[in-house]
């Protein structure tokens, strides 16, 4: 668990997943086709795709959490040290919710409903740090009160329908924070709030990220959240990562036309009187890949090399890579 | 929870009154005098009516309703036209047998089904999951009286490991929890445990199947938990939904047995129905449809009473 401060907290490579049907003749699903990336101790990802570009699934295998009886996963995944890939179910609890944990979309649905959020905090502190009920309980009031929920005492024996959105949601961070974990991964985690409270969890989430020192990998499909938040960005689509890049530099630059089409497609400041611009057509399906470059079809600018061959992931300038035949390397005499 | 527990008290009294007006109905509404079965056919008419005066048959109904009515109330059910003795009298053992053997029918059919519920839902659509629905159908659809028939035959004819008829001698009170008197129990227990345990194996099957697909299952094996705490985790979630199938059960098992203990002569409820049904014994009939009837609606109120204290999300006000 000790790594030395340049090894990366998160090392991911070709990291593949599909889903298989146990009904003949279901297709395999290929959510996630070669993922590579590493996070830096107290950095922020920010995995950026719309609905079923392989945003979640890539997340959960980081914590090997999509269901086992029909997941196929390959490639290389280290957390903290460990082999997620190779480590047994028995290690992968002990690693879950202590040097890795996650938080949810929906805070009603991944709470249990007839349990106390008292008590679901307090179970996982008990048990990775197998302290007694007592001491497990006075550590869920302190997280309570870490993640702001206001009279926190009262809302320890308080049942998640008895919260608010906001507070079931902050709830949820204390569970996922109890045993200060290494490593946070958040899925959608503001996106079944209101825009407000989505603003005031984005940012709890943010101050205690850099007050613990975490890394986090936060999947949205809302660019303004990811800007908020990220100090990188990924783009995903059809279960490849197409760019990657800087926070600002995306912003200001998006490469990979996919990119450019979100870019286009968010309302913001520039896009003032403008109209918005849609990407035309649907992503492609999963149990049915096409060789080329999975974006062709949507693509405006396609040449027909896309279709041959899904283009390599290219360096397109210091810390940024796209996954397009346009994007060229930066010429060094410009760097220079 | 004091107001809450006596309102659903009070909510269960109009049932109760319904059901009792039913009952004394349906006895009425069936075709055939009762007078018959007290007088011989060759009674002279005029005997005839003096009997029905003692018995007060000859009032209008509302008025013989409101009258036994009162006297149900004070625990009086009237005599017996079979056999002259106070229905309560004969009502009292009987019902204790019953509910021995619904316990007993009970105790094997709730266990086998939650065990078989349970083994199919963690082999989801696999061969024992398959299996396991298979029987569970079958086991809703067989006819009561021919398992019956087919456990006797197998078990006191062929093997004569098991007696085939009574409760074992010296009558109710000399009953024990032995193995001379449990003997007697096993083979009506066995046939009357099978709608159970397929209804049961179904419901624990499909609510273990919802829960463990509930989005905080992921939740908590993403907090590090092992296997048993998820597991009590998952018994907490299904416990509402099975227990209340399992108390409307009971009550189904209290009141539903007549065909059963006919063919074992199980000195229940259900004997006493299916012998005053044939004597016309209407006070005998009435009493015991009552008294059962009422024992269902009890264990319903119980069921929605332990539901509220298990659910959290079921409001107390």
Redesign the interface.
């Known amino acids: 668990m000790t790594s030395a401060p340049d090894t990366p907290l998160v090392h991911v490579r070709d990291l593949r997943v599909a889903f298989e049907s146990?009904e003949p003749g279901v297709a395999t699903v290929a959510a996630v086709n070669g993922v590579d990336f590493d996070l830096a101790p107290r950095e922020t990802l920010c995995i950026l795709g719309e609905s079923g570009s392989g945003k979640s699934v890539t997340l959960r295998a980081l914590?090997r959490?999509n269901p086992a009886r029909t997941t196929r996963m390959s490639g290389t995944v280290r957390v903290a040290g460990q082999d997620i890939a190779s480590a047994s179910e028995a290690q992968?609890?002990?690693?879950?919710?202590?040097s890795v944990?996650?938080i949810?979309q929906?805070p009603m649905?991944?709470?249990?409903?007839?349990?106390?959020i008292g008590t679901q905090i307090a179970?996982?502190v008990r048990?990775?740090e197998g302290i007694d009920r007592a001491a497990a309980r006075r550590r869920a009031l302190q997280l309570l009160e870490l993640v702001q929920v206001p009279s926190a005492a009262r809302r320890l024996d308080a049942?998640p329908?008895e919260l608010s959105g906001g507070l079931r949601q902050r709830a949820?961070i204390a569970?996922a924070l109890s045993c200060r974990p290494r490593l946070l991964l958040a899925d959608e985690p503001t996106t079944a709030l209101d825009a407000t409270v989505q603003i005031q969890v984005l940012l709890l989430l943010r101050e205690l990220q850099r007050e613990m020192g975490m890394g986090l990998i936060f999947v949205t499909h809302d660019l303004g959240v990811a800007s908020e938040v990220a100090d990188r960005i990924a783009v995903m689509y059809a279960g490849r990562f197409v760019e990657e890049a800087g926070v600002s530099d995306f912003l200001r630059q998006p490469m990979h036309p996919y990119a450019q089409g979100l870019l286009g497609a968010t309302v913001h400041a520039g896009s003032r009187g403008r109209p918005l611009v849609t990407i035309a057509g649907a992503p492609p399906r999963l149990d049915r890949l096409p060789a080329g470059c999975a974006f062709a079809a949507r693509c405006d600018r396609v040449m027909p090399a896309c279709l041959d061959a899904m283009p390599a992931l290219a360096a397109a300038g210091a810390d940024r890579s796209a996954r397009c035949l346009l994007v060229t390397p930066p010429r060094t005499a410009l760097a220079a | 929870m004091l107001s809450y527990l006596l309102r659903r008290v009070l909510y269960a009294v109009p049932i109760a009154l319904a059901v009792s007006v039913v009952c004394f109905l349906l006895v009425h509404l069936a075709p055939g005098d009762p007078i018959n079965a007290i007088v011989s056919a060759d009674t002279p008419a005029d005997v005839v009516e003096q009997v029905r005066r003692e018995y007060g048959l000859d009032r209008p109904l509302p008025t013989q309703f409101a009258l036994w009515l009162g006297r149900v109330a004070q625990g009086d059910f009237g005599k017996s036209i079979a056999s002259g003795r106070p229905v309560l009298d004969e009502l009292g053992p009987a019902i204790v047998n019953t509910l021995r053997l619904s316990l007993g029918a009970a105790a094997i059919g709730f266990a086998l089904g939650t065990a078989l519920g349970v083994a199919a839902a963690l082999a989801r659509?696999r061969w024992p999951d398959k299996s396991i629905v298979a029987l569970a159908a079958a086991s809703v659809s067989v006819p009561h009286y021919w398992l019956g028939m087919v456990l006797v035959i197998v078990f006191s004819v062929v093997f004569n490991l098991l007696p085939s008829m009574g409760a074992g001698g010296g009558g109710s009170e000399a009953w024990r929890w032995d193995w001379e008197h449990v003997q007697y129990l096993v083979l009506p227990a066995l046939t009357l445990s099978i709608i159970p345990m397929g209804i049961v194996a179904r419901t624990v099957r499909g609510v273990v199947l919802d829960v463990l697909g509930?989005?905080?299952i992921?939740?908590?094996?993403?907090?590090?938990?092992?296997g048993g705490?998820i597991a009590l985790?998952v018994v907490?979630?299904a416990a509402p939904s099975v227990l209340s199938i399992m108390g409307l059960q009971l009550g189904y098992l209290m009141g539903g047995s007549i065909l059963v203990e006919t063919v074992f002569s199980w000195p229940g409820t259900g004997f006493m129905l299916n012998g005053a049904i044939f004597q016309r014994d209407i006070p005998v009939l009435q009493g015991t449809i009552l008294v059962l009837a009422l024992i269902f609606v009890l264990l319903n109120l119980l069921v929605d009473l332990m539901q509220t204290t298990?659910?959290?999300?079921i409001k107390r006000q």
């Open positions: 146990r914590m959490l992968m609890t002990a690693v879950r919710g202590r944990a996650m949810f929906e649905t991944a709470l249990d409903p007839v349990f106390s179970e996982t048990r990775h049942y329908h949820m569970m | 659509g509930q989005d905080f992921t939740t908590l094996r993403g907090k590090g938990l092992r705490r985790h907490k979630n298990l659910d959290p999300r």
